[in-house]
């Protein structure tokens, strides 16, 4: 849902289409058959726990517990309506939502913090 929703988010700066339009036309699934509902994120190491004060709801700061991975990847699968797009503008606006939104706690689009940032790696279309 993250890579969908970053994808979407993206599109209203980069196409012509309405998020709605978007969330109609295209559909992120993991690529890992065997775990229908999430991208299984893989690094080299193991994530480290990061501690950090977050303002929940009532603005009472409060510690919360995250993990936190330097080098990772997830792979996914990106299904579309070939008929109303193509191709080049799906790994564009998946390329923008990984510079300017992101995805998990952190990303750009919510906060500076600018976490939660990834690059467009394998591409298959």
């Known amino acids: 849902v993250a890579f969908k929703n970053a994808i979407v988010s993206a599109g209203r700066n980069t196409s012509t289409f309405t998020m709605k339009q978007l969330r109609q036309i295209l559909h992120v699934i993991p690529a890992d058959p065997k775990y229908p509902d999430y991208a299984i ?3 080299p190491t193991p994530p ?11 603005g009472i700061p409060m510690e919360r517990f995250r993990p936190q991975w330097d080098n990772w ?7 579309y309506d070939y008929d109303s797009i193509n191709v ?3 790994a564009n606006m998946l390329a923008k939502a990984g510079q300017f939104v992101g995805v998990m ?3 750009p689009e919510k906060c500076a913090l600018g976490w939660g940032r990834f690059n467009l790696g394998q591409f298959e279309g």
Do not use: C
């Not at 480290?48 to 009532?58: A, C, F, L, P, T």
């Not at 990847?73 to 299904?79: A, F, L, R």
């Open 73 to 79: 990847s997830v792979d996914i699968v990106i299904k």
């Open 88 to 90: 080049a503008q799906v």
């Open 41 to 43: 994120i893989k690094s």
């Open 105 to 107: 706690e952190g990303r």
């Open 48 to 58: 480290i726990m990061r501690s950090d004060m977050v303002k929940i709801g009532n």
